[in-house]
């Protein structure tokens, strides 16, 4: 665990002040660059990481250079109760929670036949039953807030599977487009929006945008080129903002055009 935390930021005019918000799986990747502008946008910010904790102190410390306070938080998506901790240290290290995104996932590829059962389990308890958890113990605090925000991270691939051996990625991100349907016309009434977006290929460490795999996407793509890490943060900065909150059960798919 660490803290950062900017003694005097200047959050004037920022859409996210005042905002707390906590980022599973906030590390590295996409994840990192949701911290980085849910922070820059003025929300004191946790996120939880797996392993790597020099990782996790270096972004505090970056990320609190324009945000109030940066909190990271070590807990492994595929342990409930260490999630449910989480939300818990989050609610009293910033004062409470406004926002959840649920970035944590895992993904990997294989025909069926070589698909391993404790595969397709890591898959489904960090994917989904992950998200889950994270939600049941978010929901109390967010519906004590002034518009309560759940962003979950899916994956254009719940809509369209390009290439062989990724059928349960794509279920399982599948079911998060469900579940945030679902919970959307659950959390409604208690002022909680649930919304999911969808990136398409994003450039990161997991997912260059150079080698033979990219080269076989990129001719699928309308803008013709790969995402930023950047171009997701973006969506969650928005649906995040206090007046988006009539913006309910939508996914928006940040894709350059991969599912046209």
């Known amino acids: 665990m660490s803290t950062a935390t900017d003694s005097a930021p200047d959050t004037t005019g920022r859409p996210l002040n005042g905002r707390r918000a906590l980022v599973t799986g906030g590390a590295r990747g996409i994840g990192a660059q949701i911290v980085r502008r849910l ?9 939880t990481y797996q392993s790597s904790a020099e990782a996790a102190d270096k972004l505090a410390t970056e990320a609190a250079a324009s945000g109030p306070t940066v909190v990271a938080l070590q807990a492994d998506s595929r342990d409930a109760d260490a999630i449910a901790a989480a939300v818990a240290e989050t609610v009293e290290r910033l004062g409470g929670l406004d926002i959840l995104v649920n970035n944590a996932g895992v993904a990997s590829g294989a025909v069926i036949e070589d698909f391993t059962l404790e595969e397709f389990d ?43 051996g990724f059928s349960v990625y794509a279920m399982t991100k599948a ?86």
């Open 122 to 164: 890591r898959l489904v308890a960090v994917n989904v039953r992950g998200v889950f958890a994270a939600t049941k113990a978010a929901v109390p605090h967010l519906a004590t807030t002034d518009g309560g925000r759940i962003i979950n991270i899916g994956s254009v691939n719940a809509d369209r599977v390009p290439t062989p």
């Open 39 to 47: 922070a820059a946008d003025g929300a004191a910010v946790a996120f």
């Open 175 to 260: 079911a998060v487009a469900g579940l945030t349907r679902g919970l959307a016309r659950e959390l409604g009434p208690r002022g909680v929006t649930v919304n999911n977006v969808q990136p398409g290929p994003i450039a990161t460490d997991m997912n260059p945008d150079e080698g033979d795999f990219a080269d076989q996407l990129r001719p699928m793509l309308a803008t013709g080129s790969y995402g930023q890490p950047a171009d997701v943060a973006n969506a969650v900065a928005f649906l995040a903002r206090r007046d988006t909150g009539y913006i309910t059960g939508s996914t928006l798919n940040v894709d350059g055009g991969f599912t046209l």
